[in-house]
DNA sequence: CTGTATCCCGGCTGATACTG
DNA sequence: CAGTATCAGCCGGGATACAG
């Protein structure tokens, strides 16, 4: 299971580079994986969507620091991976709701381990 | 357990910032965690080490694409955390041993987690 | 409210050269 | 072999201002 031979081979992976334009360079599902919730906020707002659904604003003002047009790209990048939803509201003012689509929610399990990695080994180092 | 109020607050957080030179922003343990291994590269690191310790230039080659000022830089700064150990020996020539620390192999699990989703959603999505 | 446009800057990359 | 030094260019992130 951790040994490389078990990485997967090149060309499988380099066509779903093409195809989805996804920044692959090491040929193992750990970098792939990466491709995708791999951006600096990407699983900070994934994890604060397995919380529920958030309005744009909200994911604002709960992540300080991040930059408005960051956010909104990498929500589009979300998106367009299948990882979250977008829906709007016409109404006024403008509501836009973010949630994890069925994909995103399948992170649940790696991010909780992750977070639980995190409290042990940072928070209580 | 994905309720934000378990979130750790912000006080405590702060001071293993301070302490550990950590760029955390939002008080959250993924962010927290995303502060050790969020690197671009050093969960490929991680990964490539699970397999066994590896020399500098066995990484190098290992990881295409990385430059060697990075692959450096990111490697003193998982010692430095205490992911990763770094074994010299006095030979002509000289050999440089990585290898993961306990520490670092609790991050197995997450690891392994991440790479099945990987595989599973991207791969053959 | 929900974004986009703009400018700026630090970090990553890439190549090469050099030290121990 | 295992890095560090240097210079270059590009890309992404950050802050502010503005638009629908």
Redesign the interface.
Known sequence: ????SLM?NVN??EE?IIE?N?AV??D?????????V?G?WK??II??L??GSRRFGELHK?????ALKVLSRHLKELEAD?IITRKVYAEVPPRVEYALTE?GR??????????????????N?
């Open positions: 299971m951790t040994d490389l997967l499988m992976l779903k989805k996804i360079i090491c193992c599902p750990i970098t792939a994986a990466i491709g995708i791999g600096k699983p900070v994890w604060i397995i919380d709960t992540i300080p620091g991040i299948g994909k399948s992170l649940n399990d790696v991010m909780q381990l992750f977070a639980d990695w995190g409290r042990k080994n940072i928070i180092a």
